[in-house]
């Protein structure tokens, strides 16, 4: 965490400093409103108190919450990109900040400083992180022709109040204090000068040679039958209505087709034009026009496939209203499930089809698997067994249930195959990772031998039959690091000395050496500007989380206090 502060610090101060200021740290979740009294019908009103707040009080509430917010959003911009758990807690701590101002008899802000601050405020930066004043100016006209309430009065006392708030804060972090070990941890992470060497193995290129008994397979079942276990599936069937069934009544006229055309341009571009042969290039010759756009022409080249676009849709519209007709007259005629069903759906000439047990995650197969179909089958059961219509992927349906069942433990021989493709990749992993020793002690024995980096990796890669790539890192410091450091070998830098090899990391289908070809420490002493730069960050950094730690234990207090009270 240490190395993230120091570096986003570097680059990012201002911004993480208005982050710190607005972002929370304590979690408590406080309802506000009014509310109805507990206990006796004489005990209506409730009071509670936080400060001087009364938050069963709209005109409290929007006093605490109201500023909170307005100042969130100049502090951070427009869209502070804050919920309203952290727009509650940050006015929580911004309600004790300003009793403490009070407590300590800070001024309220001069005119200058409210000036001074408004320059630094998000709202009004331009591209360049910077105050801009045509960006300021427009805020106030808007601000003047505005008929939400807001008044440059109400900004200038919001923007008093974050002046005292920011001078509570600066005398709560004092100077801050860190460690000397603390500073040379950091300035060793970050300022180490690095030469590396990095060999990857392919991982999806190993093929061991794996063919495990029964009674391997058979073990590793049941230490692992957590994975197979089969999850609740319906057994339902379904009365399809595709919308082809209903395509040859579907007309459409020339006015339809191109309005569909206009209001779905994206989906119909134009056929490309067969290249022409190229003219021989005359330099008298003026160079081609563009080509004019002809939208009338653009049409008829796409008409056909727009009109049966058209058609389809309004297919599917009527195979949805099929369906629904169907759910309808199935609730109005209150038909059982079973024989009723079947001779129910007999007299309109309908038959329902079996769909295989599915799961929640997967739905029926002989409906593409949707798993909002699913979901529509398992609010299913005995009592309400007919679904509603469902889209499907020729048009639509109607589900019917017929059991739900419960989750259950398979045999061996219903999973033997899914059994086998785990065991198999466990088994590669650990294989993998046995390569990944060998691989490093051959590594450090070559490198011993006298061999460069990539020498060594081909030799390894040649004895155990496995692909190595091998590269050297241009030498570089964990504060500025190349493009192609992989991410998964930065850990190994924290225990690498010069001339080792690291342990092999696995990332996703590769195993990731580190070799330390060189290791420059950075200078350690106060000496070296840096050791002071790092200190005054992490100074600072401690200081404001030792203010803001200080901060949320008053807001938890007041906030116990606020407990429901009756009058």
Do not use: C
């Not at 911009?77 to 006015?91: E, P, R």
């Not at 017929?402 to 065991?423: C, G, H, I, M, S």
């Amino acid at each position: 965490m240490i190395s993230w502060i120091q570096r986003y610090f570097q680059h990012h101060f201002k911004t993480i400093f208005a982050v710190l200021l607005a972002v929370t740290i304590i979690s408590f979740i406080f309802t506000i409103g009014a509310s109805p009294g507990i206990g006796r019908g004489d005990r209506r009103i409730v009071d509670r108190y936080f400060l001087d707040y009364n938050l069963s009080l709209p005109e409290d509430q929007r006093r605490l919450f109201g500023d909170a917010q307005l100042s969130a959003q100049l502090q951070l911009g427009a869209f502070s990109g804050l919920d309203n758990d952290q727009i509650q807690n940050y006015a929580f701590q911004r309600a004790v900040a300003l009793s403490l101002a009070d407590q300590w008899h800070i001024p309220a802000a001069t005119s200058a400083e409210i000036a001074d601050a408004i320059k630094n405020l998000r709202m009004f930066a331009g591209e360049n992180g910077q105050f801009d004043a045509k960006q300021y100016a427009t805020f106030r006209d808007n601000l003047r022709t505005s008929r939400n309430g807001l008044t440059e009065g109400d900004i200038a006392r919001v923007l008093g109040n974050d002046v005292r708030v920011d001078k509570v804060n600066k005398l709560l972090a004092g100077p801050g204090y860190v460690l000397p070990g603390d500073i040379k941890t950091q300035l060793l992470r970050g300022d180490t000068t690095w030469t590396l060497g990095t060999a990857t193995a392919d991982y999806a290129a190993f093929k061991p040679d794996i063919k495990p008994a029964d009674a391997e397979l058979t073990k590793f079942f049941e230490e692992n039958s957590f994975r197979y276990e089969i999850p609740p599936r319906v057994v339902a069937s379904y009365v399809d209505f595709p919308a082809t069934n209903y395509l040859a009544s579907v007309n459409v006229t020339d006015a339809d087709v191109r309005a569909y055309y206009d209001a779905n341009p994206a989906r119909f571009p134009k056929p490309p034009e067969p290249p022409k042969p190229a003219a021989a290039p005359d330099a008298k010759s003026p160079a081609p026009a563009a080509p004019k756009s002809d939208p009338a022409a653009d049409f008829a080249a796409v008409r056909p496939q727009v009109e049966a676009a058209l058609k389809l849709e309004r297919a599917r519209q009527r195979a949805e209203k099929a369906a629904s007709d169907l759910a309808l007259a199935l609730f109005e005629a209150k038909v059982t499930n079973g024989p009723a069903l079947d001779t129910f759906l007999a007299t309109r000439k309908l038959q329902a089809k079996p769909l295989q047990p599915f799961t929640r995650d997967a739905g029926p197969a002989e409906l593409g698997g949707s798993p909002e179909i699913a979901k529509a089958a398992f609010e299913l059961n005995a009592q309400r067994f007919t679904s509603d219509s469902v889209t499907t992927p020729d048009g639509a349906a109607i589900l019917f249930w017929k059991d739900t069942q419960p989750a259950r433990k398979p045999l061996f021989n219903e999973v033997r195959e899914k059994v086998l493709a785990d065991y198999v990749e466990n088994e590669k992993r650990k294989r993998f990772v046995e390569l990944g020793r060998t691989i490093k002690s051959q590594l450090e024995s070559h490198l011993k031998a006298g061999d460069t980096f990539d020498k060594a990796a081909a030799a390894a890669a040649a004895s155990t039959g496995v692909k190595i790539d091998a590269k050297m890192l241009a030498p570089f410091t964990l504060r500025n690091p190349p493009q192609d450091l992989d991410y998964s070998a930065r850990p190994a830098l924290d225990r690498l000395e010069k001339g080792q090899v690291s342990d092999m990391t696995i990332n996703a289908d590769k195993g990731i050496f580190v070799y330390a070809a060189d290791k420059k420490l950075p200078d350690l002493s106060e000496a070296n500007p840096r050791y002071t730069e790092t200190r005054t960050q992490l100074a600072s950094y401690t200081a404001r989380m030792d203010a803001q730690a200080y901060i949320s234990e008053l807001v938890q207090k007041e906030l116990k206090k606020a407990e429901l009270k009756p009058e």
